[in-house]
């Protein structure tokens, strides 16, 4: 699958009280990443179309990210099926892995607001 990727610096709004990356932080990462990498890679008829939302969401915390520190996020769909899509996100400092998510979204229609089934042009633009 393509992957896309996003580099960013941890700063002092993105800390809790014990000074590391909040859980929250996280989530909105995952999320950033995620819409980064659809909006990078779907056609404007595409995204005039269709849109994603959160079924359910997975994190993994492996090591602990601190003020200052360059992450990466990386992300790619693992798979695509019917109405439904698992997305993975890699949340990396220098290369190795510090948090590891698997969230599922489900296509909607803008037209209806209701699930689609999942194109073949749309799983063509994430393998």
Known sequence: ???????LTVTPNDLDELNHVNNV????WVNQV???HWVTHATQQILD???WVLISHHIDYKQ?????????????VKSCQGLTS???????????????????????HTENNKPARITS????LFQ
């Not at 932080?25 to 909105?28: G, H, M, N, P, R």
Request: hydrophobic share 40%; glycine share 4%; aromatic share 12%.
């Open 1 to 7: 699958m393509k992957s896309y990727s996003q580099t």
């Open 25 to 28: 932080k996280y989530i909105e």
């Open 34 to 36: 995620a819409k980064a």
């Open 49 to 51: 179309q269709y849109f």
């Open 64 to 76: 602990e990210i601190v003020l200052g520190q360059t992450v990466t996020l990386n992300t790619y």
């Open 86 to 108: 698992i997305r993975v996100v890699e949340i990396l400092v220098d290369g190795k892995i510090c948090a590891y998510s698997e969230t599922k979204w489900c296509l909607i």
């Open 121 to 124: 042009e749309i799983i063509t």
